[in-house]
């Protein structure tokens, strides 16, 4: 499929249009789209809907297709494992791949020490699992998750995740045994530095769930669906040196950050921590439904034999994608790639923050940039220019996803396999939004 934009009609075109209509009457109201434009295929950095209008894709359907949409190792991988089966369950008959997934996870997170994985379809489930293993581990019951968390949408991770609207709105009673502590946030924090914000953290924890009550704190290195923050230099390895000294278990929840998206196969590693469990998921299999918990052998041992599983999950399909995916990231140094795009995507919206005082901050790490959006002159969210400089991208044919507790955070997710040349021209409409909806107001 050629890499480029390609507007062939308005968008959404007309077919997407009939098929949004076909959708309300067919698909629960609940479950919204970023963009009315329906997909017909996608490679690479670009997404064809069914207009035939081709987009450039900034979001990598929210940080999963991290080797590319359709990467061509995932897709032969894939064509072969369905000619010879599609399920077994691991429960029942098992197979080699779930153990090769499970072999080079343990070899790929962080630390040295004997390693054991257990693998599931989606994140939230992930994040359940590891939260069970921890709780039998310790024989504790409490959790600690942070201020503007997202941890999925199932019972227990709603009540992990932060964010009411729309997450947990009207959904509740949430699991009990959730407490929540404040994050390190550099962009809001004034000078508090990282162990000064670990402290303040686990301070609170001491005083209002008390150390020996605690199972496991929770965090993602770098927030996701909570704005891309990127906390303050050492306050993840003062929480985890924290726990370590409380027999709490820490689990950093690598489901966005994780697969080589930040410049670092994990993004713990740019700060030298290493969990005791860490869950991954979008990224590890190219698109394909899997996720896995990974840490401590002592720790994932600690279940009772039967106490993990699900039908689906490790499903074969997912299993050779991964492996696939594994093989590309190393083959074709995708790692030293994010970097390269952190490198050109910093550069140039630091230099657009220059002219528009409402990028109040450019963050992230590797394929993990985002820019935070002000009213100008100060710090006040602005959820309403977010809005509109993704739609005018959307309208020209870019990806784009926000982010933010509100909702004023501009996120950029691009495959690590886009070219320079179509990252320069989404960048390009990205400039061109701000200056059409903060016009007069640089
Ligand atoms: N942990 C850090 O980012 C998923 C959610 C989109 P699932 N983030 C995208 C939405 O609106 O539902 C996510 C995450 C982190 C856990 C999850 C949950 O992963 O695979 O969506 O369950």
Redo the contacts with the bound molecule.
Sequence with gaps: MPQRRHLATTIPGPRSQQLMAAKQTAVALGVGTTMPVFAARAAGGVVEDVDGNVLIDLGSG??VTTVGSSAPRVVDAVRDQVGRFTHTCFMVTPYESYVQVATRLNALAPGTHEKRTALFN????A?ENAIKIARVHTGRQAVVAFDHA????TNL?MALTAKSMP?KHGFGPFAPEVYRAPLSYPYRDGDIDGTAAARRATSLIEKQVGADNVAAVII?PIQ??GGFIVPAAGFLAALAAWCRDNGVIFIA?E???GFARTGAMFACEHENVVPDLL?S??GIAGGLPL?AVTGRADVMDAPHVGGLGGTYGGNPLACAAALAVMDTIEADGLIGRARQIETLMTGRLRDLQTRQSRLGDVRGRGAMIAVEIVHPGGTDPDPDTTKAVAAFAHAHGVIVLTCGTHGNVLRFLPPLTISDDLLHEALDIIEAAFDATAGGHA
């Design positions: 929210i940080a989606s994140g939230a489930e994040v997202y941890h999925g949408r991770t997450y993602e996701g669906e929840d489901v966005q950050t869950v998921a979008k996720s």
